[in-house]
């Protein structure tokens, strides 16, 4: 039987490892740390608390399901996930507050009646926003962007009259503020460009499309949380006979001539006729592929934002508050600044509390919630995040406290954080950056590596770190996308 080697279980990895056994490859997943997940894992703090370590927002969850209908599952049967009727709870420093629902037009006339736009505008701009995501997402998000097929399909006659609306050759933030004059719709909107950790001061309209999957399609919690998604589908890959292997770092991926042969860990060789790194894709070059000439203008491209998280156990619950919450900060602008310009963290950050314990009260005791709350800062370039830990705590609890009228601080109980470092460190993300590279230019899309190497036969990628970039929906399609290349195991290309 054809082998194929994935090297780490992050959630491309998996869905990866998945696509390939349905095709009929042996599949193995060699995984650094003791368990799978990557950025989607869970752990508990003392008192009773469940957190999701990393993603915390769930969208286009048919690409979860995809997978089991697949391999011939009902995908009921393993995973089932619920569409939040409110997406986001917003809170401004001047007292307005807005509740996002997922309803289109209740959002809409919630922005009417909280912020005084029209409820016509806000609809009209929605619906403008699913017509150009319609128009792109299989040419742009569903296809390598590296094949000349892709350019050749059908759905780039459905592309390419959208392309002058794409607002390509203006930013997130001019074309929301170009669409709407209320400047606190306009820092919702442009909230949107942290999905991939981009700067909405600088990163193109396009990705002024990503409000659609939460108003048009849907936001969703899974049941059991985040970390429910790994764990179904390593249920499924199990079941479909992928080996998974933990603490096993693979420490080169073997080449002979023109094929990759296979890979290189602590504890042997693994011979493959298909290797998947889901390692982040500089690591994979400058560590697994050592002697490879590396592609080095993608390599180099600006990484994405990273982020301080601190994990609360809180002592109350707060009724006001839902699964998403945000905090903006008074200027967005020079927020964006301090993380990539200045490439710190600003004194007065947005920030973000998420609480699985609204639809998962066996997160907390009863009375109390499980509190994630992240703040966007910049990828790690060996600033002194002990000092701006600090400096960050303080001003997240001066803000949520003064907004919620509670002192936050005396009623935490339990507490962990992850810092750029940490997330380096615990995934191999290359400077602990969330999203691979950022989206801060307008060829950023195209910049980032394909999913196959045009110089090894046998070699693919998957993950946040290659097209089409970062988040649990595109990770899910970087495999679906190798799914497509890798050719079945009796046509497949021996070394
Ligand atoms: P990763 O999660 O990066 O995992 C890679 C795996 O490979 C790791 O397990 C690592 O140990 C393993 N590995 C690396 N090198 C080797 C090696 N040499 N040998 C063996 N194993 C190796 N996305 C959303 O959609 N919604 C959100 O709300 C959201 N919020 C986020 C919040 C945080 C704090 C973080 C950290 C991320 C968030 N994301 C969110 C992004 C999302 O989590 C990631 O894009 C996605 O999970 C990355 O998956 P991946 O397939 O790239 O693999």
């Not at 592309?159 to 074309?175: D, N, R, S, V, Y």
Request: glycine residues 8%; hydrophobic residues 40%; proline residues 7%.
């Amino acid at each position: 039987m054809a082998k194929a080697a994935v090297i780490g279980s992050g959630i491309g990895g998996i869905a990866a490892a998945i696509r390939l056994a349905v095709k009929g490859y042996d599949v193995t997943v060699l995984e650094t740390n003791a368990s799978f997940g990557g950025k989607m894992t869970q752990f508990t703090l003392p008192g009773g608390y469940r957190f999701d370590a990393g993603p915390s927002l769930f969208t286009l969850p048919h690409l979860v399901d995809e997978l089991f209908t697949l391999a011939g599952r009902s995908p009921q049967d393993y995973f089932k996930y619920q569409r939040l009727p409110v997406v986001t709870q917003y809170f401004w420093p001047d007292g307005t507050r807005l509740t996002a629902h997922a309803n289109a037009s209740d959002f809409a006339r919630e922005v009417e009646d909280k912020l005084q736009v029209p409820k016509e505008k806000v609809e009209a701009h929605l619906q403008k926003v699913a017509r150009l995501y319609h128009a792109t997402e299989a040419t742009f998000l569903q296809k390598s962007l590296h094949k000349v097929n892709t350019y050749l399909s059908p759905d780039v006659l459905k592309t390419l009259p959208a392309l002058p609306e794409l607002g390509l050759m203006t930013t997130m933030h001019a074309a929301n503020a170009q669409a709407f004059s209320d400047p606190r719709l306009v820092q919702l909107l442009d909230r949107y460009a942290t999905y991939n950790g981009s700067d909405p001061y600088q990163a193109p309209g396009t990705l002024n499309l990503i409000p659609h999957l939460e108003f048009n399609i849907g936001a969703f919690y899974p049941s059991g949380g985040i970390y429910a998604i790994a764990q179904s589908l390593v249920k499924l890959a199990q079941e479909l006979g992928v080996e998974f292997r933990y603490q096993e770092p693979v420490q080169e991926i073997l080449v002979k001539g023109k094929h990759t042969q296979g890979v290189i860990t602590n504890q042997g060789f693994y011979p493959a006729q298909v290797v998947v790194s889901n390692m982040d894709i500089v690591p994979t070059y400058r560590k697994l592929l050592p002697t490879q000439p590396a592609p080095e203008t993608t390599l180099k491209q600006p990484r994405s934002s990273s982020a301080l998280i601190f994990y609360w156990g809180i002592a109350s619950s707060f009724p006001q508050l839902d699964l998403h919450n945000i905090f903006f900060s008074e200027s967005y602008q020079q927020e964006f600044e301090h993380i990539f310009q200045k490439k710190t963290v600003s004194p007065d950050p947005t920030v973000y509390v998420n609480i699985t314990s609204k639809y998962s009260p066996e997160d907390a005791p009863s009375g109390h919630e499980n509190w994630f709350v992240m703040v966007n800062v910049p990828h790690n370039e060996g600033q002194d995040w002990n000092a701006l830990l600090t400096q960050t705590r303080t001003a997240v609890l001066q803000k949520v406290s003064k907004v919620l009228g509670v002192a936050i601080e005396p009623l935490i109980t339990a507490e962990r954080v992850w810092d750029p470092k940490g997330v380096e460190a615990d995934t191999s993300s290359f400077a602990g950056a969330l999203y691979g590279s950022s989206s801060n230019n307008k060829m950023a899309a195209f910049l980032r590596h394909p999913n196959f190497s045009s110089r090894l036969k046998g070699l693919y990628f998957v993950g946040g770190s290659v097209h089409p970039g970062g988040g649990i929906p595109l990770c899910l399609l970087s495999a679906k996308i190798v799914g497509d290349l890798v050719p079945a195991p009796s046509t497949s290309v021996l070394p």
